[in-house]
């Protein structure tokens, strides 16, 4: 079990480019969650799919925040145009198949710095 | 809307104290809550879960915590802390059944001086 695997690790960027965030689950889970991680706000939710379907999307900030999940093995979480407010920690996590009961399974994060 | 309090942002320990951590929730219905730590540079890790059945939650490391629903509460404790225990603590809450959705506390940083 490789775990959830998250790339990059850390992405710096200027003011007003495209980033996105990549994120791939533990197999056989079929829900998946992206988190944003910040001193002043803690962990908020910002979407979350269920069998690749979002779910529950009320957590993005903002059209400028899009995330899709083609398939069951992969999740993109994308900023356009990034501003330096989105600087955070990102986590993706996965929730194998189940209820609320299930424990999430949390990637290592990817630190975001927009300048 | 479910929301998670963690009442201590930053608590400073020497090894072999006690620890209680806080945590309180406002949602009327049937819950599920868990703790999860985060070590330095490291990702979120689930420590327990509540959701039925006795109040009182071993986890791992040493870790226990008590569901009191009247208080809404379910503090984290261990009676003795080591070094390695530095970490943040989080406390979250979901409503159970097909909810998946976890509303997390704003943490609580641990630190524990050898």
């Known amino acids: 079990d490789a775990g959830v695997i998250q790339s990059p690790r850390h992405e710096v960027t200027e003011m007003g480019q495209e980033v996105t965030l990549r994120c791939k689950p533990i197999?056989?889970?079929?829900?998946l969650f992206w988190y944003r991680q910040t001193m002043m706000r803690g962990l908020e939710l910002l979407i979350y799919?269920?069998?690749?379907?979002?779910?529950?999307d009320s957590g993005m900030p903002e059209d400028r925040f899009s995330a899709k999940m083609p398939n069951a093995s992969f999740s993109t979480l994308k900023i356009q145009p990034s501003e330096p407010r989105d600087s955070a920690v990102y986590f993706c996590?996965?929730?194998?198949?189940?209820?609320?009961?299930?424990?999430?399974?949390f990637g290592n994060g990817t630190r975001l710095t927009v300048t | 809307a479910q929301s998670v309090s963690q009442h201590n942002h930053h608590v400073i320990l020497s090894e072999a104290a006690s620890l209680e951590l806080g945590c309180n929730y406002s949602?009327?219905?049937?819950?599920?809550l868990f703790w999860y730590v985060q070590y330095p540079g490291q990702h979120l890790q689930l420590l327990l879960k509540?959701?039925?059945?006795?109040?009182l939650v071993k986890g791992i490391k040493g870790f226990e915590a008590e569901f009191i629903k009247s208080k809404f509460s379910f503090n984290l404790r261990k009676p003795s802390v080591q070094w390695s225990d530095t970490a943040e603590y989080f406390c979250?809450?979901?409503?159970?059944?097909?909810?998946?959705?976890?509303?997390f506390g704003k943490g609580t940083l641990l630190t524990v001086n050898p």
């Open positions: 996590a996965s929730m194998p198949p189940g209820t609320g009961y299930s424990p999430l399974h």
């Open positions: 197999s056989g889970h079929n829900s």
């Open positions: 799919f269920n069998n690749n379907v979002p779910i529950d």
């Open positions: 949602y009327g219905g049937t819950v599920n």
């Open positions: 509540y959701f039925s059945g006795d109040p």
């Open positions: 979250a809450v979901n409503s159970g059944g097909s909810n998946y959705k976890l509303t």
